[in-house]
Structures are given as C-alpha cells and as structure tokens.
C-alpha cells in the first residue's frame, strides 16, 4: 500500500474533549487550516445536534477547499422510523455536503441494552439509512461503532451489520473502536479478517483509552486499511482519539505511504500550534513530532551526542516536520550545550572560554538555589550579556513599597510604589493593581515608560508560583516565571526567592532587560 486517506475529527469528535469549545469563526479557521495541511476528509460536525452546527455548515459551504472534502456526520435512522422520517438523516441533507458519515451499531448488547430494539431492526436501519443517502447522491462513509468489541463477543452479528451497511450501498466501511479498549494485536487479526471478505475500502477509528489509539491505527494500515479516522492533537471524549499529528509523520516518514503533499509535512508543527491556539489548549511539549520537547536535548552527554551527529540521539531531522532542536540550559546540560547556546549569543565565543566555565558554575549554583533555565531562555540571555558582554544598566532599583487590603466579601486590593534610577535621573510611581505582583508590574511599567516607551508593548500573558521546599510551609523558596509578549515575540524569566514579591520582581526586572537588549 502507498497512499492513505486521513480522515481528520477534530471539529466533531475533538470537540467533545474536556475544555474544548469551538466557535463558528474558530471552525471555519480550522477548517482552513486542516485543508492547508492536505488532508483528504474533514468531519466538520454533527448538523443535526443544533442549530449552530446547521449555520456553520452553511457558512462553511462557501469556502473554496483545495484538498479536502467536508463530512457530515450523524445516525441513521431511529428505531421504527423510516429515513424519510427521521429529522437526522434531514439535516445531514441540509448540511449539503457530498460525503456524509453515519453510525450503526456493532455490538449486539449495545442493540439489547442501549437502543432496546431487535437485532433485524438494527439492521433495517443500517440498510435503509445508507440507501436513503445513496440514492440523494452522498458518499456514504459507515461507522461500524463498538466493532471490534461487537466482534470479540458475536462476530456473526457484527459481520451482518457490515453486510447490512454494504446492501444499503455504503462507499467506506470504518471498523470503531468507540470504548479504546483494543490491543494491537487483537486490532490487526480483526482488520485482517474482515478485509478477507470485505468488497470497499477499510478505515479504523481508534480511541485512546489505553494509549494505543495510534499503535492500533499504525497496524491496521500494515494490515491494510485505507483510512485513518482520528483528531489532530489527539484531543476528544474521554482519554481522546488517534493523535494524527503523530500519525500522518509515521506513515509519510517512517512507512513511506502517503496521506498528505509532502511538502506540507514540514507545516505540521506550526500546524498543530495555529490548531491548539484555536481550541484554546497548549500542545504538549512532549508530543512526539510537534512537542516543543520532541528535538530537546538536556542531559550533558545526549547533547553533546546530538552536536556531533544528530542521528545519534534523533531519529529524524526536526526541520522535515517544521519543528526544531532545542538545547534547554540547564545543571546537568554540560559545557557543550552551554557553548552552544551561548554561541548562538555571541557566535565568537571561544571554544575553551574560561568565562564559559564560569557561567556554567553560575548556573549550577543558581539551579542549586531553585532557579530553573530550561523553561526560561530570556533570563539565560540576560544573565550571559551581563556576564561575557556587561552593559551599562538599563535600570536600577532604589526601592519598592507595597501595600495590600482586605476588607471581607470585597476584592482584595494593592498598591505599588516603585522608584529607580535611570541614568543620572530618579523616577517615581505608583500605581494600583489586583494585587501585589499585578500592582509592581503596574508600577514598573509606569516608571520605565516614560524613558523606554517600547515598553508600553510589552504584556504579561502567564505567571506561574511553585513552592520549592514545602517543610519550610509559608517561608517556603519560591520560583515564579513570568511570560511576556511584545506582540510579536514571547519569552519567559525567571526569579526565586523565600518572598514571592522579590521573585516575581526579579523575573518581571530580567523581561524588561531582555527586551531592552534585543531592541
């Protein structure tokens, strides 16, 4: 086999993962995007759930695709009803696309215990449901639900249910496996049996539920399936689906059968984060392929490795998926990391630098202390300029004075009051905030304006607090990180101390030099 379908769920069954929501705009985004990508099917949602669903389809017609063809999704009919009848299969209609996905039971006690009807009716239904939308012109995709569970307990019934979707005319038959509770093997001598008889193209839909949605995606297309179901990031119901953003490199790259333009695979990690910024999630960072972690290297020794040869520690250049290497600075990274982050600083940097050595102490020391450089790259740079390449001062602090309120039933409230000197001159102000940190940050920002107005751009967007040693309770070491954004490039500082104010300001004091710098 040499080219898959990818069949990709994230508008209808990612959207059913926990904290996922999208919005109409937000679904005809992904719907682009997903269509850039290159993938051959996009299950755009179920029209016949609510009225949002039906506008969305409405709007979502007017886009001019490239690549991939839309889906409806839904039932088929309900028990006692005939298709002309049922309002599901009238909507699935309305939504007007050309391929429409239906599902029918496969398991003869979800038929018993679930839609409480009679084995030949549930076949009736499959059957009549496919015929009804063949005949209207649909491409008709059968999502064979609870098979492989179906299968295990009554392979005779689940084989009819099949056979039953096939008189009805159905294009693509999809083995599900809607509770994720298959193992590889046991996926693999199923596909293989059923494609023994089976007359139209296979596709698999494996849920995650025991982790192996992609392994059993992966066997049942040796086995030879046609078609992988599943959402981008893996995200849907409960434990979530098959991860494409792991499946379609696996097959392009490490099988050789392709599912979308080659050149497009190099758009998969900026993909997936456009993707996730869209379903308001983070993308894992140790997602294989997309991660920002995938390409990591921190141990000293991996790192150095992958300096010499990357092939040792990687086992595909990051730059085919559009991702990158990453050499987080760190106590156990080794000189050879170091340099090379601090090369990519100060590019003629001696190799045997005595001043590298030194830093690399310093930074042993500080982790030793709680600080954290792996996740803050902007406070890395900073502390190197200051030390290879010392610059006058942007800034220094002369004091900061807090004060906080607390009335019952009422928000709390603080005040700041920051003086520093630039130069030769002294600046003071205050200000107001939700709370202590938000009040400094406030109040800093307000002082520093008024010489550096590119700081009037830049904006807090994530702060974080992590107790170090609780047996110390209140008094307890602290680092807080601090993720800024100028609108156009965010980093991360950070600082530690016992008092989360004076952490919190020595990371907010190192995002407004590392952005003092790289002006």
Partial sequence: MDQVTIFDSTLRDGAQGGGVAFSIEDKLAVTRLLDQLGVQYIEAGNPGSNAKELEFFCRVSQLSLKHAELVAFGSTCRKGLSPEEDPNLASLLKADTAVCAIFGKCWKFHVDAVLETTAQENFRMIRESCRYLKARGR??????EHFFDGYLEDPVFAKQAIRSALEGGADVICLCDTNGGVFPKTAARIVREVLSWLPVPLGVHFHNDMGMATANSLIAVQEGANQVQGTFLGFGERCGNANLSTIIPLLQLKLGISCIPQENLQTLAQCARELAAFANVEVPAGLPFVGKNAFSHKAGMHADGVLKSPRSFEHIDPFLVGNVRRFPASEISGRAVILAKIKEIFPSVPVNSE???AVLEEIKELERQGYQF?????????LVRKRLAPFPPFFRLLYY?????FVPRQSATASATVKVEVGEQVQLMAAEGNGPVNALDRALRKALELFYPVLSHVKLTDYKVRVLDGKNATGSTVRVLITS????????TVGVSRDVVAASWKALADSMEYLLLNQ
Wanted: proline share 0%; glycine share 6%; no cysteine.
């Fill in 139 to 144: 491409k008709v995709i059968f999502d064979a």
């Fill in 355 to 357: 001043e590298v050595q």
């Fill in 374 to 382: 792996e996740g803050a790259d902007a406070s890395f740079e900073v």
């Fill in 401 to 405: 004075h807090i004060y906080t309120d």
């Fill in 485 to 492: 954004s100028d609108g156009k490039n965010t980093f991360t």
